[in-house]
């Protein structure tokens, strides 16, 4: 766990800035930088857009009396990526707008829950139910 936050505090930033100087020399500094906007601009749409069609299938869910569980999924991915998004950067970009994509994000959802569930089985993690 040490390894991965070093990577996500060092690692990410410095690869990041490579990237951004790279992407400079090949085409434009003012390319790139209305491209790092650009991104951040559509990111924030497609996020607000999908995290408000999430908001309405919850409710209707809600309404049905059956759990959301799918919409909370989706909030809590558009919740992820919602920083990706807005950080500069290609890379950051990316792992953003893969969030993004309904089958990427449940996918996620599924692998993340499925270590937590053997974390628990490991007896690394304890689950407190009220």
Do not use: C, W, Y
């Not at 799918?70 to 991915?77: I, M």
């Not at 990316?94 to 974390?119: E, T, W």
Request: glycine share 10%; hydrophobic share 55%; proline share 7%.
């Amino acid at each position: 766990m040490p390894l991965l936050i070093f990577a996500f505090l060092i690692l990410i930033p410095i690869a990041e800035i490579f990237l951004l100087i790279e992407g400079a020399g090949v085409i434009g500094t003012i390319p790139v930088i209305l491209l790092t906007i650009g991104t951040a601009a559509l990111g924030t749409f497609l996020i607000k857009r999908q995290g408000l069609a999430a908001m309405q299938t919850a409710q209707l869910d809600m309404n049905e009396g059956r759990p959301p569980v799918q919409s909370v999924v989706d909030g809590v991915g558009l919740l992820v990526a919602a920083p990706f998004l807005m950080t500069p950067g290609f890379i950051t970009d990316g792992v953003g707008f893969l969030l993004l994509i309904p089958g990427i994000r449940h996918a996620a959802a599924r692998a993340i829950l499925k270590k937590i569930k053997s974390m628990q089985a490991d007896g690394k993690v304890t689950i407190i139910r009220p």
